[in-house]
């Protein structure tokens, strides 16, 4: 059988194959996200008394919590990405697993204000504002989710054995992503009420 | 891109939580700025999120020394999101059109969203959930008998 030749590098752009491919991901993902908060925007302009009643029943201090999560989780992949430029396999693991762990946290205090909203009565048929607050932030959360289990992938299945080190990086973009799109639905679904 | 010199992540890190706080903060104080309540919310709360994913992108990503094909990529998405939003804009934020026009009456919506808001009504009743899900279930049967 003949060799397999893998491409790991693309001459025109200078990025390797890996990162790009994240950033078109990235790319896309800005549509998805960008086209759910652009759709609430456009309600919101136009129903803003009545959204602004349902806003108020968000909890602002879960949300805030969340953010500091995710802010701080974002330090922590970027130290991990730097361990992983110095070929410390024990540092990049220990920084991933403190990403997880922080995932960890924002996925516990969303389960919980989920419960606290549907004990309440909020369900995603309620009204047109909570059927955007359930796709917008469950969306978010199955990213988030999907973004812990392929860092315990790459911790344990890579980093471990000291192989594959740009996969460090390029779970890193994904997570700063997810950052940043918590950024925004922060002020819109929690802070404008 | 292990070429360039990494700024200092923690430096960054410490604005992005000062900025957090501020937007947490800004709306909070907001009525105290009278007439300019709104635009210190939308800076506040808006304008500094801009911000924050300004840093993010440019130092944690590393956008700022990344090949220029990646904020190319980035930048045409988000220009395609923009003709999404003004394209759309233009049918969602008017009521009226050629043969259409939008049956919403926001006067019921903002009674019915304030009957079953539990920040509104926690007050009056005991039991928070127990309210939450009656004005739930009273504006369903309200729904059947339309």
């Known amino acids: 059988m003949a060799h397999q030749i893998i491409a790991t590098g693309r001459s025109r752009t200078g990025i390797p194959t890996g990162r790009l491919a994240v950033w078109w991901v990235i790319g896309s993902e800005i549509l998805i996200f960008g086209g759910l908060i652009a759709s609430y925007l456009l309600n919101r302009f136009n129903h803003g008394p009545s959204w602004s009643v349902e806003a108020a029943n968000t909890n602002t201090f879960i949300g805030a919590c969340n953010t500091f999560w995710l802010l701080t989780s974002s330090l922590f992949v970027v130290y991990a990405h730097a361990a992983s430029e110095r070929r410390d396999a024990a540092k990049t693991r220990m920084w991933i697993w403190l990403t997880i762990l922080l995932g960890g946290f924002f996925m516990g205090f969303k389960t919980y204000e989920y419960a606290t909203e549907i004990h309440h009565g909020f369900t995603l ?3 047109n504002f909570w059927s955007f607050y359930y796709t917008a932030t469950g969306l978010h ?3 988030v989710l999907c ?4 860092l315990a992938l790459i911790a344990e299945r890579d980093v471990k054995h000291e192989k ?3 996969r460090v990086e390029n779970i890193g973009l994904y997570w700063h992503f997810v950052d940043i799109v918590w950024i925004f639905l922060f002020p819109l679904m929690y802070i404008a009420k | 891109m292990a070429g360039h010199n990494h700024p200092s992540y923690l430096k960054i890190y410490i604005i992005l939580v000062v900025l957090f706080a501020v937007s947490v903060i800004g709306p909070e104080v907001a009525p105290m700025f009278g007439a300019y309540a709104k635009a210190v919310v ?12 300004y840093l993010v992108c440019a130092y944690f990503m590393h956008l700022k020394f990344e090949k220029v094909y990646a904020p190319y990529i980035l930048l045409a998405c988000l220009s395609l999101l923009f003709v999404f939003f003004f394209g759309t804009a233009t049918d969602a934020m008017f009521s009226n059109g050629h043969n259409w026009f939008k049956d919403l009456d926001e006067e019921a919506m903002v009674k019915e969203a304030e009957a079953r808001s539990y920040v509104l009504n926690k007050d009056s009743h005991g039991d928070h959930g127990d309210h939450g899900h009656g004005a739930h ?3 369903g049967d309200e729904d059947k008998a339309h």
Do not use: C, R
């Open chain 1, 125 to 127: 048929f309620t009204s």
């Open chain 1, 141 to 143: 959360g199955f990213h």
């Open chain 1, 147 to 150: 973004g812990m289990v392929i």
């Open chain 1, 164 to 166: 594959n080190w740009h």
């Open chain 2, 42 to 53: 939308l800076l506040t709360a808006f304008g500094i999120a801009i911000w924050k994913a």
């Open chain 2, 137 to 139: 279930d009273d504006h």
